[in-house]
């Protein structure tokens, strides 16, 4: 099944413990991009990545990393969480971006920062 | 930059009602226009699109949106909505490498 994987669902950490959401697609897509959903603001893309090892910030790329060393997958990473990056994150890949093709998105993960 | 903007944030409305969620959109060129679902609890999956031709869109589910280039709108319609449309929806334009997406509208429907 097509599908784009976000790991974990649900977390609950601490302000500066780093942490990880790992984002994963089955369907060769060369474009991937990380959002979050924030009540009021809709989505607001924090990075996106047109194809292997390239990537580059979208609206809110403060406090985030990426990496794209293969296709398939493209984690987020929050080297020290802080309050405010509580929020639902999304993953979405498409074939490639531009128009006329869709983007999928993954469950979404609802991070807590305490 | 284009940006999109929903006006409704909160539609309450009973099952077999029309729907009608307004959406604008800020770039005068050339413009491709979204509208995704996100159902309690899941991801967001695409309604519909529009590229060109045929300003009028039908998507899944029964719903269709309009593109009307003189008023800047892409306002997505429901004839007769039933429970399970209960769900936020999002109007999403792309540019600069990303979706674009409106703050979106609840849609309440009641049995």
């Known amino acids: 099944e097509a599908q784009v994987t976000q790991n974990p669902r649900y977390l609950i950490t601490v302000t500066g413990k780093k942490l990880t959401v790992t984002c994963s697609q089955n369907?060769?897509?060369?474009?991937m991009s990380w959002y979050r959903q924030d009540p009021g603001l809709g989505l607001r893309q924090i990075y996106y990545?047109?194809?292997?090892?390239?990537?580059d910030k979208g609206d809110v790329p403060e406090g985030y990393k990426v990496s794209r060393k293969e296709k398939r997958n493209f984690p987020l990473i929050l080297e020290s969480p802080s309050p405010n990056q509580t929020s639902l994150y999304f993953c979405?890949?498409?074939?490639?971006?531009?128009?006329?093709?869709?983007?999928?998105f993954g469950q979404g993960t609802r991070l807590t920062v305490v | 930059a284009q940006s999109v903007s929903q006006h409704n944030h909160h539609v309450i409305l009973s099952e077999a009602a029309s729907l009608e969620l307004g959406c604008n959109y800020s770039?005068?060129?050339?413009?491709?226009l979204f509208w995704y679902v996100q159902y309690p609890g899941q991801h967001l999956q695409l309604l519909l699109k529009?590229?060109?031709?045929?300003?009028l869109v039908k998507g899944i589910k029964g719903f269709e949106a309009e593109f009307i280039k003189s008023k800047f709108s892409f306002n997505l319609r429901k004839p007769s909505v039933q429970w399970s449309d209960t769900a936020e929806y999002f109007c999403?334009?792309?540019?600069?490498?990303?979706?674009?997406f409106g703050a979106g509208t609840t849609v309440t429907v009641r049995a």
């Open positions: 770039y005068g060129g050339t413009v491709n």
């Open positions: 529009y590229f060109s031709g045929d300003p």
């Open positions: 999403a334009s792309d540019n600069d490498y990303k979706l674009s």
């Open positions: 369907m060769n897509h060369e474009y």
């Open positions: 990545s047109m194809n292997v090892e390239v990537t």
């Open positions: 979405a890949s498409s074939l490639r971006f531009e128009p006329n093709t869709e983007a999928f």
